[in-house]
Structures are given as C-alpha cells and as structure tokens.
C-alpha cells in the first residue's frame, strides 16, 4: 500500500477496488483481481496484495483516498458486510465526488446484495444503521452521513449493462462474468 508522501506509487495504479476488508478473500474479487492483472489486461490494481505499509490507519484511508482521484476506474464490490465499514462508506462517497467532477468511471458490483438494496439502503443495507461506524458518524458528523447515503444511491443507480454494474450471484458463470467484467474495465481504460 502507498504511503500518503509516495506520490510516485500513487501514480502507478489505473483501478481502485473499494471492498470491505471481509470480502477480499471472497472466490469471486480474488478471481476479478487475478483477471485484471493477466498479461493481456495488464492492469495496476490498488489495493495491491501482499504490499505492507508502517503508516497508520488514518494514514492509510488519507492514501486511498488520495488515489482514488488519481485513477481512471473504480470498482466497488458491494457485499452486506461493505456498510459496517467507515473506510469502505468513506471511499465510495470520495469515489461519487470524483465519479461527478472527474468523470471517474464507475462499476459497481453487487454480491449478496440486490441494487436497490444499495440505492435505498434497505434490506442487508438497512442494517448500517445500527453499525457501530455508522452511529458514531450519525451522531458527530452529519455532513459525512448524507455523503455516505448520496453516494450509496446514486452509485448504485448506474446502468446494469453499460459497464453500470454488475449483478454477481453465485450460481452464474463466474469465471464469464469476471472476463467481461475485465474486458469493459480495459475498454474503459482505451
């Protein structure tokens, strides 16, 4: 992981993969991750496996959110574990902003969890309002809250079959899914 003063790093990635901490050992972001950096795709990935860093937490979350406005492409796997973390509500109200004033290019995957869950925050992503990252910023920060459920809605409103999003269930094709998945990122990033 890139240092917050290692600006070089920073450069080097061309996708931003927001996922919760829980779902990176998840079959299918493991075999998205290894698809994008196949030869033919070449892609720069953060986070990067196996990169340690000595920075702090906080510093780490300033990094990624630094390379998030740096990137052409971002990818956010929505799962139900993706709203009890701040880090993760955190990168993916940075990635609206940058997805408004950049023209970031955004794909959004759903894993276990349906769009609209997303865009209304109901069901599985209901539940955020009684995690404890959720009560803490409720209670303190306002501001960030409605950043956190603007960018859940409206990321969540992108276009299914145009690069928008993808559905990820586990009885489909995955290993098709993850090519064309891949395949659009690249065509993105052309």
């Avoid at 990818?75 to 701040?86: A, D, G, K, M, T």
């Avoid at 992503?125 to 209670?139: G, I, L, M, N, P």
Wanted: proline share 2%.
């Amino acid at each position: 992981m890139a240092n917050g003063g290692e600006d070089d790093d920073e450069f080097r990635y061309s996708v931003f993969l927001s996922i919760a901490e829980a779902d990176t050992d998840h079959a299918f972001s493991r075999s998205l991750v290894n698809e994008l950096r196949r030869e033919e795709h070449g892609l720069k990935i953060f986070p990067a496996n196996g990169e340690k860093s000595q920075a702090s937490e906080e510093e780490l979350q300033r990094s990624r959110l630094a390379i998030i406005e740096k990137v052409n492409v971002a990818v956010i796997f929505f799962s139900p574990r993706y709203v009890f973390s701040s880090a993760c509500l955190d990168e993916v109200a940075k990635i609206h902003e940058c997805m408004k004033s950049k023209d970031l290019v955004v794909c959004p995957l759903f894993c276990d969890v349906e769009p609209s869950d997303v865009r209304y925050q109901k069901n599985s992503f209901q539940q955020q309002r009684y995690s404890a990252a959720f009560e803490k910023v409720q209670e303190k920060d306002s501001k960030r809250l409605l950043a956190w459920k603007s960018a859940l809605t409206e990321v969540a409103f992108r276009d299914i079959t145009n690069l928008g999003g993808f559905l990820v269930q586990t009885e489909s094709d995955e290993q098709n899914l993850v090519e064309r998945i891949a395949d659009k990122v690249q065509e993105c990033l052309r």
